[in-house]
C-alpha cells in the first residue's frame, strides 16, 4: 500500500522567511497530492493541492511542486507570518479513494 | 448543513463500553472517510464509503471497529468493549464524487474519545 514520509517533523523559520517541506510516496499510482494545515484544536483545512499531471501549482504566497519521477512533492511557503505557525500534512491519495498522509510538520513563525 | 458534523464533539467513557459516533457530511457529498488522529499524530485512514457501500476497510484496527452509513448520508462509527489504546480524536472527511482526479475532502472538527 501506499506510504507517505513528511521532513522535517519541526520547522522554526523567522517571520519573512521562506519554509519548505518535503514529502515523498511509494505509489505511483497515486494522482492527488493535497496539503493540510492543522490549528491547534481545529480540523485540517486544505491550502493547497496538486494533480499529477502538473508539476507546480501556486497560490499567493503558498506553492507545492510534483516530481513524478523521484515520488516526492514539496509545500513552499514564503514571506512567512506568525499566522502560519500550525502542523501541516501533505497526502497522497487516488482519485477519490482513501488519503494517505504524512506524520506531519510542526511549524512555528516567530515575530 | 455548511459543512460537515460531528458528534458529540468530546466523549469519556469507561474501558469495556461501547460507544458510537455519528457524522453529519456535507449535503450531496457521495464519499465519506474516517480518520483517528492520535495525540500529536498523523491522520490514519479507518474506512471509506461510497454511498452507503464501503469499498476499503483496511483501516480499521480491530473487529472492535464498525462503521456503517444509510441513506448515502449520516454514517456511524461504533466501537465495541473499548480499550484505551481507542483513545483518539475521530475526523469524518466528506467529497463529492465529481469524476474528477482531485475529490477534496472537507473535515469535521472531529470526536475527542476519552476512554479510562
Known amino acids: 500500500g501506499e506510504n507517505v514520509e513528511q521532513h522535517p517533523s519541526t520547522l522554526s523559520v523567522q517571520e519573512g522567511d521562506s519554509a519548505v517541506i518535503k514529502c515523498t510516496y511509494s505509489?505511483?499510482?497515486?494522482?492527488?497530492f493535497p496539503w493540510y494545515k492543522q490549528e491547534l484544536g481545529k480540523r485540517p483545512q486544505l491550502i493547497i493541492d496538486?494533480?499529477?499531471?502538473?508539476g507546480e501549482k501556486k497560490d499567493q504566497r503558498i506553492a507545492v511542486t510534483l516530481n513524478k519521477t523521484a515520488k516526492h512533492f514539496s509545500l513552499h511557503i514564503t514571506e512567512t507570518q506568525p499566522e502560519d505557525s500550525a502542523v501541516y500534512f501533505c497526502?497522497?491519495?487516488?482519485?477519490?479513494?482513501?488519503?494517505?498522509f504524512g506524520t506531519g510538520t510542526r511549524l512555528l513563525v516567530s515575530p | 448543513g455548511a459543512g460537515v458534523s460531528q458528534s458529540p464533539s468530546n466523549k469519556v467513557t469507561e474501558k469495556g463500553k461501547d460507544v458510537e459516533l455519528r457524522c453529519d457530511p456535507i449535503?450531496?457529498?457521495?464519499?465519506l472517510y474516517w480518520y483517528r488522529q492520535s495525540l500529536g499524530q498523523g491522520l490514519e485512514f479507518l474506512i471509506y464509503?461510497?454511498?452507503?457501500?464501503?469499498?476499503?476497510k483496511s483501516g480499521l484496527p480491530s473487529d472492535r471497529f464498525s462503521a456503517e452509513r444509510t441513506g448515502g448520508s449520516v454514517s456511524t462509527l461504533t466501537i465495541q468493549r473499548t480499550q484505551q489504546e481507542d483513545s483518539a480524536v475521530y475526523l469524518c472527511?466528506?467529497?463529492?464524487?465529481?469524476?474528477?482526479?482531485?475529490?477534496?475532502?472537507?473535515f469535521g472538527p472531529g470526536t475527542r474519545l476519552t476512554v479510562l
Open positions: 472527511a466528506s467529497s463529492l464524487l465529481s469524476g474528477r482526479m482531485d475529490n477534496e475532502q472537507f
Open positions: 505509489d505511483s499510482a497515486s494522482n492527488y
Open positions: 496538486i494533480r499529477s499531471n502538473v
Open positions: 497526502a497522497a491519495g487516488k482519485g477519490f479513494q482513501k488519503l494517505v
Open positions: 449535503s450531496g457529498h457521495t464519499a
Open positions: 464509503f461510497q454511498g452507503n457501500s464501503a469499498p476499503d
